[in-house]
C-alpha cells in the first residue's frame, strides 16, 4: 500500500519559512517524478515544485523560484520543501504526490498516481 504522508505546515507571518516533509512507503522511492502541489481555497490545485528523485533534477513554478527549494533524502525516502520568504499568496493546503509512470517533468495532476493527504500552511501579513 502506497503512503505518502506530508508533515511541517504551519502559521508563519509574511517573510518566514516553513520546511515541509514527505514520507513516501510502499514504493520504490527512486527513479520517479515527485512533486510537491498546493491548493488555495476556491482555486485550482497547482504544481510548484518537482524532484526527479534517480537524479535530482529540479523543476519550479515561476511563482516559488528563489524562495522554494525541493530536495529529498534517498535513503529515508523523503522529499523536502523548503519555503523562505513567504507571502499570503502562498497560503494553501501543500500536497506531495507520486507519479508511477512518467518520463517527463510534468506540472499535470492527472499525471501523478499517489498523493498525500495535505498539510496547511498560513501565512499572515
Known amino acids: 500500500q502506497v503512503r505518502l504522508v506530508e508533515s511541517g505546515g504551519g502559521s508563519v507571518q509574511g517573510g518566514g519559512s516553513l520546511r515541509l516533509s514527505c514520507a513516501a512507503s510502499?514504493?520504490?522511492?527512486?527513479?520517479?517524478?515527485m512533486a510537491w502541489f498546493r491548493q488555495a481555497p476556491g482555486k485550482e490545485r497547482e504544481g510548484v515544485a518537482i524532484?526527479?528523485?534517480?537524479?535530482?533534477?529540479?523543476y519550479y513554478a515561476d511563482s516559488v523560484k528563489g524562495r522554494f527549494t525541493i530536495s529529498q533524502d534517498k535513503a529515508k525516502s523523503t522529499m523536502y520543501l523548503q519555503m523562505n520568504n513567504l507571502n499570503t499568496e502562498d497560503t494553501a493546503m501543500y500536497y506531495c504526490?507520486?507519479?508511477?509512470?512518467?518520463?517527463?517533468?510534468?506540472?499535470?495532476?492527472?499525471?501523478?498516481?499517489?498523493w498525500g493527504q495535505g498539510t496547511q500552511v498560513t501565512v499572515s501579513s
Open positions: 504526490a507520486a507519479a508511477q509512470i512518467l518520463v517527463y517533468p510534468s506540472w499535470r495532476t492527472a499525471d501523478y498516481d499517489y
Open positions: 524532484i526527479y528523485t534517480r537524479t535530482g533534477a529540479t
Open positions: 510502499g514504493l520504490t522511492y527512486s527513479g520517479r517524478y
